[in-house]
C-alpha cells in the first residue's frame, strides 16, 4: 500500500498511456456530454447515466 497518494497516483499516467488505444468515448445522446458513467441496471444489465445532464440510457 503507497505511503501517500501521491505515490498512488504516480502510476495512472502509465495506465492512461496503456489503455488510450483502447478506449472508446460515449457521448450522452441528449446533451453530447463526454461526462458519461457506466452503470448496474436493475436487472444485471449494464447502463450509462451521464453527470453532467443526468440522462440515462442502456
Sequence with gaps: MPASILEEAGGLPEVAKIRSGDVTLL????????????????????????????????
Design 27 to 58: 457521448n450522452c445522446p441528449s446533451c453530447g456530454s463526454s461526462h458519461v458513467a457506466q452503470v448496474l441496471g436493475d436487472n444485471g444489465g449494464v447502463s450509462y447515466v451521464c453527470t453532467a445532464c443526468g440522462h440515462s440510457w442502456s
